[in-house]
């Protein structure tokens, strides 16, 4: 396992699911780790969990959805850390909706959440990175950024935007000893599903993953140094045929909807 020994690590998101499972893994390989999310007294328990591995961890209470408070919340974490070595942007906010039901605020509550605020935060930490030479910057995508899920248009076009944008990052820096990687997670047992304001879930919860698979995957591409990781990694394989054959996919995908729609309806899901 790769050892963050001496490092410091941030974790968006960290309160519950794969953010917290993610900001222990961390820990216990040795990172100091920072923790950020809105809900205080969860990410307490986050915290205390990582002081047992690293007692110099911390944590900031912030919304990310605010972008304006982003370069400040970079600035105080640079400030007590004297530099993040691993940023992990893993909060986001899910968003089931069909997009003929879907207001327009709803659109951009969740780019400016899902994409804009992690590249705010990025962009605010990458300085300190390239100046020290190494760094790097994971991002959690989802494998809605690579096969269009049905009711999700909003999350998946998010999801796609941050992988594309981290797909020429990749390319932007190298040479600086900073490395981007995302990991884009198929279904994972975390509280996603039971958000207020969404459609019920399309998918089979019975086939989700443990979070601690996503940890491994984000220590596996620090240690590699790969760029992305599907989980489970057969996920690869859907994303390139539905490239070879775009056409195919959808109809396939309109086929699953109106299967698990009807499902969904007789409660046979
Ligand atoms: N679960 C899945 O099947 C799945 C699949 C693919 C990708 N993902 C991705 O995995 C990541 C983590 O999601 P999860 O499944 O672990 O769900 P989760 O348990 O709901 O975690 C979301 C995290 O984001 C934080 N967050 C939400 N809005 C925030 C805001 N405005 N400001 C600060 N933090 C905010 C939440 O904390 P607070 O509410 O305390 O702020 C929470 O810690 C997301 O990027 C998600 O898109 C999940």
Redesign the pocket.
């Given at each position: 396992m790769v050892s963050l020994t001496g490092k410091s690590a941030l974790v968006?998101?960290?309160?519950?699911?794969?953010?917290a499972v993610v900001a222990e893994a961390l820990a216990a390989a040795g990172a100091r780790v920072g923790l950020?999310?809105?809900?205080e007294e969860?990410?307490e328990k986050t915290l205390a969990r990582c002081r047992e591995h690293s007692p110099n961890s911390a944590m900031w209470v912030?919304?990310?959805?605010d972008l304006d408070g982003i370069a400040s919340l970079a600035a105080a974490v640079e400030a007590e850390f004297g530099g993040v070595d691993v940023l992990v942007n893993?909060?986001?906010?899910?968003k089931r909706r069909r997009v003929q039901d879907m207001p327009p605020n709803e659109n951009d509550d969740v780019m400016r959440?899902?994409y804009l605020s992690p590249v705010r935060l990025t962009l605010a930490l990458l300085p300190g990175m390239i100046a020290r030479g190494h760094g790097h910057v994971v991002a959690?995508?989802?494998?809605?950024a690579r096969l269009g899920p049905p009711h999700e248009a909003a999350y998946g076009a998010s999801?796609a935007a941050l992988t594309a944008f981290w797909e020429s990052m990749a390319v932007d820096l190298d040479g600086t000893g900073v490395r981007a990687h995302i990991v884009q997670?198929?279904?994972?047992d975390?509280?996603?599903f039971s958000?207020p304001g969404n459609e019920p879930p399309l998918s089979d919860l019975s086939d989700?993953l443990p979070?601690q698979e996503v940890a491994a995957a984000v220590l596996e591409l620090i240690g590699n140094g790969r760029f992305e990781r599907y989980v489970p990694d057969w996920f690869a394989e859907m994303a390139s045929g539905k490239a070879a054959d775009v056409e195919g996919f959808i109809a396939g995908v309109k086929e699953w909807t109106r299967d698990r729609l009807r499902a969904v309806d007789t409660g046979t899901s």
């Open positions: 968006t998101g960290a309160s519950s699911g794969i953010g950020v999310a809105r809900r969860l990410l912030a919304d990310l959805a893993n909060a986001a906010m899910p959440l899902n959690v995508g989802s494998v809605a999801k997670p198929a279904l994972v975390t509280d996603l958000l989700a979070p």
